[in-house]
């Protein structure tokens, strides 16, 4: 369910949102980036893959924007803002998988 809003977000031929809601465009990318990353790293146990696919996929997706969808730009900010939202993801996947007790530790009881 992550994978398909991030990909129908991205990919969606014409996106119309009007002011002031148009302001967090910005924010949307960081988190269309951010929480498949933080997902995909608990489901897979590994923080690295999913930080390195979803790295290649933020600049890829505004060029497929620019050249094949109608109706939709490509915008090199917005690429900035996808790769700052793996960054957040991959940040936030690792401090949580650093939590988590080692094996053979005791866990915590709460």
Known sequence: MVVATHLAALYWPRV????PVADTDKAVHLLLFAVPVLVASRVFGSVR????????HAPVSEIVQYLVLPGRSGDPV????????VALGGAVAWWWASRRPRSGAPSPHW
């Open 78 to 85: 917005d690429a900035l803002f996808d790769l700052a939202g």
């Open 16 to 19: 119309t949102i009007a002011s």
């Open 49 to 56: 893959w999913p930080v390195l696919v979803f790295a290649l």
